[in-house]
T-cell receptor, first 114, second 112 residues
Framework: KAGVTQTPRYLIKTRGQQVTLSCSPISGHRSVSWYQQTPGQGLQFLFEYFSETQRNKGNFPGRFSGRQFSNSRSEMNVSTLELGDSALYLC?????????????FGQGTRLTVV | QQQVKQSPQSLIVQKGGISIINCAYE??????FPWYQQFPGKGPALLIAIRPDVSEKKEGRFTISFNKSAKQFSLHIMDSQPGDSATYFC???????????FGTGTRLKVLA
């Protein structure tokens, strides 16, 4: 069974540009959540989607947005990139939203903003 | 109130020793506490998780101890091996969501 797939693995963008990251969850999983990981701030929750609906959003500016498609695949978009957006962006998928069901993480997309 | 405090920041243990990592939380609504292991260049992988209705859970060499009244939980790695060298994160969430609040991580190094 394939794991969570994130594309691309590495990305270099210039300040002011926008970027779209993609996440394909494990087959059958309907919940997708996104996290930003940086050395200074650690792992921070961005947003969570279930059946194409955003269920939770973290404390990030409106430049960060996401969506989920009917096949559960998800994308996140960052507009007007800033140097501080350089981070590892992680996607996690889960079977359902029941208590105690685990979240499986992908390997992440390493975004560098120059 | 949403924070999860993790300690120590780094830990060095001899092969065969016990590694202990501690976490504390404030939000009593949290009811799911997973531990994740992350190797460089990889995403976090779930090690073990616990809910507040039990005080201890063991899976192989990994044990979670949970103290509901103190709002603390810890990860014990018995017979630590060099292959356990990684960064460990505790997390907390409430039922029905995957909005995890992560601790700041502990970098474990097990000496051969």
């Amino acid at each position: 069974k394939a794991g969570v797939t994130q594309t691309p693995r590495y990305l270099i963008k210039t300040r002011g540009q926008q970027v779209t990251l993609s996440c394909s969850p494990i087959s059958g999983h309907r919940s997708v959540s996104w996290y930003q990981q940086t050395p200074g701030q650690g792992l921070q929750f961005l947003f969570e989607y279930f059946s194409e609906t955003q269920r939770n959003k973290g404390n990030f500016p409106g430049r960060f947005s996401g969506r989920q498609f009917s096949n559960s695949r998800s994308e996140m978009n960052v507009s007007t990139l800033e140097l501080g957006d350089s981070a590892l962006y992680l996607c996690a998928s889960s079977w359902e939203t029941g208590p105690g069901t685990e979240a499986f993480f992908g390997q992440g997309t390493r975004l560098t903003v120059v | 109130q949403q924070q999860v405090k993790q300690s120590p920041q780094s830990l060095i243990v001899q092969k065969g020793g016990i590694s202990i990592i501690n976490c504390a939380y404030e939000n009593t609504a949290f009811d799911y506490f997973p531990w994740y292991q992350q190797f460089p260049g990889k995403g976090p992988a779930l090690l073990i998780a616990i809910r507040p209705d039990v005080s201890e859970k063991k899976e192989g060499r990994f044990t979670i101890s949970f103290n509901k009244s103190a709002k603390q939980f810890s990860l014990h790695i018995m017979d630590s091996q060099p292959g356990d060298s990684a960064t460990y994160f505790c997390a907390a969430s409430t039922s029905g969501t995957y909005k995890y609040i992560f601790g700041t991580g502990t970098r474990l190094k097990v000496l051969a």
